[in-house]
């Protein structure tokens, strides 16, 4: 099934869903997010959310996040830290396993989706 509502978090604090555009927290975008994304029927959910890893400058507690990601046993959601060193690798480990990851490089990143897309394949015929 296609993907009828798009949306989108960002460290900018910008949530879009079709062709609303919402100033939210980071944190209450990811939490619409998951909501919203089981409103229509699907054999899988998926919610990836991208950040700068600049979550203390947003006020955001990775425990706040993880548990955001983890709200929903249906949908599989995922933060992305597009950033290099030690921060994007603390807040990666600081959620809850597997939720997580870092891409330094955004050449990567189809990568990270393989990767992600695969967890989600390995859980489901575990």
Known sequence: ?????????????????????????????????????????????????????????????????????????RVNAFAIFIAGGSEAGRLAKALPFGRGYVCADTARLPGAFKEMFSSVSVQKTS
Not at 43 to 55: G, K, P, Q
């Open 1 to 73: 099934m296609a993907c009828e509502k798009p949306c989108f978090a960002s460290g900018r604090r910008r949530y879009a869903a079709g062709s609303q555009l919402k100033d939210l927290q980071m944190s209450e975008a990811a939490g619409h997010a998951v909501r919203e994304v089981t409103e229509v029927e699907a054999d899988d959910y998926f919610v990836f959310l991208l950040s700068d890893a600049n979550l203390r400058r947003y006020g955001i507690e990775p425990e706040e996040l993880g548990d955001l990601l983890v709200a929903d046993k």
